[in-house]
């Protein structure tokens, strides 16, 4: 008999908007951060049986431990979400919370690894794989797809591809499950259509939204600017959403051994066309955080988790999203996101569970039921305390949002580089000579340095370093 009949399904407000590891995370305090919020009951039927699968194992009674900068169980009057619902009620799990500040949670889990305390399950992020593999921080999933359901009909097939691009070392340690925080772009129809300009969106339905379209339409804005006034094309983070567009990588993996890919020509048409946008002075290199509400400014490039508020500060503005334009030479759309992944940490003896959880999470993503609670939880307006709009989501945002992450409809990438270490990948310190090689070849270009005044020369700064961190890894791997 089925210990449980029905699931009490809550999400977060923007559950498909979560904040992520991502440089580009910050969101801009309100002036008030309590906001209210409707209290609507959500409820799903599920069956024990069905949701288990054929190879669930019995993991009752038991508690993984999560280290992490944030709490996976409900705080702050939050519901619980879908996979800690089924976690709990279907599987008879808990999950405890051990926090971790997020500029110490990796040396804090390696002194929990080191001294033998208890931890089980660690965010993915970036520096995951290789790094975090090559620190001897997490271990494989392979033992456990089976309590994951991956040889369930349909439950994992759209993720095929997208984990076997994490595979390392003939072992796969991420398996996401979901593609998140899509970089997108946010523009005004209502603008577009008053300077005479076709919408990106249809174009991108179309097939014909690329770099091309992208700087035609950039430079006839500015261009337009009546006098005594100034224009810009586009604001905000995207260069690493540049190169990504082209499909290619700066490090290539051949599964035995990395390679660096500096020199590849499509990489370099990225970074001139980054210094294009530079030249013509089309970019607008001031934070602002949401899409600029005076439209001085054409586009507006941003993970998924700006759009909320964006729409609060244009509420006329009939806002709408769009993937960064392919590169010409790119037979389809690439994809600048990040991805939902949980870690299992080295020496944990809670695999099962883990593997468990990350099931959870994948039927939270997948199954109808549970993705119609998610937007519809999604689509309800944060307020403040006085009642006053802070963030929302249209319904055909959201409906576009979904579709972007549908790796059958665009193409996710993953670079290595990104989880090669802080020489590769640190913005802690935020200037040229400081930060990391990839922050410098996503950004320098567009932001104009003394020290860099081509791409050649950008190129040539640090091609040796590159050499020098492939080296180390493939020594190391």
């Not at 390696?110 to 271990?139: C, R």
């Not at 999933?141 to 003939?170: A, R, S």
């Not at 922050?439 to 340095?449: D, H, K, R, S, V």
């Amino acid at each position: 008999m089925n210990k449980l009949n029905r699931v009490l399904v809550g999400l977060f407000a923007f559950s498909m908007i979560a904040a992520s590891s991502t440089s580009c995370q910050s969101k801009e305090t309100s002036e008030n951060n309590s906001h209210y919020k409707e209290e609507d009951e959500y409820t799903v039927s599920v069956d024990e049986k069905e949701v288990k699968g054929q190879n669930s194992v019995d993991i009752e009674g038991q508690t993984i431990v999560w280290l992490a900068d944030y709490d996976l169980n409900p705080t702050n009057n939050n519901d619980r979400s879908v996979a800690l619902s089924l976690f709990e009620d279907v599987y008879g799990a808990k999950v405890k919370f051990v926090k971790a500040d997020s500029n110490e949670k990796f040396s804090k889990l390696a002194t929990l690894i080191l001294s033998g305390d208890e931890v089980d399950m660690f965010p993915y992020e970036w520096d995951a794989v290789p790094n975090g593999v090559v620190k001897d921080q997490y271990q494989p999933l392979d033992p456990y797809y089976n309590v994951m359901g991956m040889n369930e009909d349909g439950l994992w097939d759209d993720m095929t591809e997208v984990i076997d691009m994490f595979e390392y070392n003939g072992n796969h340690y991420v398996v996401p499950f979901t593609v998140s925080d899509p970089l997108v772009i946010t523009y005004s129809r209502k603008l577009m259509e008053e300077q005479g300009l076709d919408d990106p969106y249809e174009l991108y339905l179309d097939g014909k939204w690329d770099w091309d379209v992208f700087m035609d339409m950039m430079e006839s804005f500015v261009s337009g600017a009546p006098d005594g006034t100034q224009r810009y094309g586009i604001n905000g983070w995207f260069g690493q959403a540049i190169i990504q567009s082209t499909g290619h990588t700066v490090i290539n993996y051949d599964g035995k051994k990395f390679e660096n890919n500096i020199d590849d020509p499509e990489i370099e048409k990225a970074e001139l066309l980054m210094q294009e946008i530079a030249s013509k002075h089309l970019y607008q290199p001031d934070w602002i955080g949401y899409f600029p509400d005076n439209h001085s400014t054409l586009f507006f490039a941003m993970g998924d988790w700006a759009l909320g508020t964006s729409n609060a500060k244009n509420p006329d503005s009939d806002l709408m999203v769009v993937p960064f334009p392919k590169s010409p030479d790119a037979k389809k759309n690439y994809l600048c996101c990040n991805y939902a992944a949980k870690m299992l940490v080295k020496n944990s003896t809670k695999g099962d569970a883990v593997a468990t959880y990350i099931k959870c999470e994948r039927l939270a993503a997948t199954q109808e039921e549970y993705k119609k609670v998610a937007k519809q939880k999604a689509l309800v307006e944060e307020k403040t305390a006085s009642g006053k709009v802070k963030s929302f989501i249209t319904e055909e945002q959201y409906d576009a949002l979904r579709s972007f992450l549908d790796p059958k409809e665009v193409t996710p990438m993953f670079d290595f580089a990104y989880g090669m270490g802080d020489i590769m990948n640190n913005d802690g310190e935020y200037t040229y000579e400081t930060r990391g090689v990839m922050n410098n070849l996503t950004q320098a270009l567009l932001e104009g340095n003394d020290a860099v005044d081509s791409w050649a020369t950008l190129r040539d700064s640090w091609t040796g370093v590159i050499d020098e961190e492939v080296k180390r890894f493939n020594e190391t791997r």
